[in-house]
Every structure is written in C-alpha cells, then in structure tokens.
Nanobody
Framework: QVQLVESGGGLVQAGGSLRLSCVVSGRTFSTYAMGWFRQAPGKEREFVAAISRSGGSTYYADSVKGRFTISRDNAKNTVYLQMNSLKPEDTAVYYC????????????????????WGQGTQVTVSS
C-alpha cells in the first residue's frame, strides 16, 4: 500500500507564491513517476504537472507553464510543486499522485495512468 500526504496549501493573494509538498510512503519511491492534479468546485480534476522517476523529465499543463515548477527529492520520498505568480483561477484542491512501474523518463499526464492519490490540499488565491 502506498500512501501520499500533501501539505503546504493555504490562502494567498494574487501574484503570490506557495510550495506544495507530497510525502510518499514506501521503499521504491524512485521508481514512481509523480504528478500533480487539481480540481476546482464544479469542475473536473485536471492535470497540472508531472515528473519522471529520476526527476530528469518534467511536463506541464499550458495553464501553469512558466509559473509552476515540479521537483522531487528521492532521498526524502517527496515531490514538490512550487507555484509562483498565482492567479485566482489557480484556486482548487491540489492532489499528488503516483504512477507505479513507470518507464524511465515517463511523465504521465492522464488521470487513468495514476495508481495512488493523496487526500488533497486546498489552495485559495484571492484577487
């Protein structure tokens, strides 16, 4: 069983920054591709960013490219999402997810490709 626990959400003004963290249980974190998704009220969950198991490859949704950065520390079993220049439309619950048995360099971006999910952390951006 793999468990994911997100933290770092909160309330921030437009233009501000937040860093989300996701700690993953298990001994084989370095074999997981990791992703961040978000879900705003009344909307479907959408892809935000993904990182390959080594951290060498990343992939972003167009809506966050240039503002958000995904990274990971395999020694700490943790994946991060640094969010800069936040906008009110970034308001959502943010979820991290793990893709087990990922291929080297893979950065999955579809909901169905992920095997385990965290409980989510709320990010609210005020205008």
């Amino acid at each position: 069983q793999v468990q994911l626990v997100e933290s770092g959400g909160g309330l921030v003004q437009a233009g501000g920054s937040l860093r989300l963290s996701c700690v993953v249980s298990g001994r084989t974190f370095s074999t997981y591709a990791m992703g961040w998704f978000r879900q705003a009220p009344g909307k479907e969950r959408e892809f935000v960013a993904a990182i390959s198991r080594s951290g060498g490859s990343t992939y972003y949704a167009d809506s966050v490219k240039g503002r958000f950065t995904i990274s990971r520390d395999n020694a700490k079993n943790t994946v991060y999402l640094q969010m800069n220049s936040l906008k009110p439309e970034d308001t959502a619950v943010y979820y991290c997810a793990a893709n087990l048995l990922s291929k080297y360099g893979s950065t999955p971006y579809q909901f169905e490709e992920y095997d385990y999910w965290g409980q989510g952390t709320q990010v609210t951006v005020s205008s």
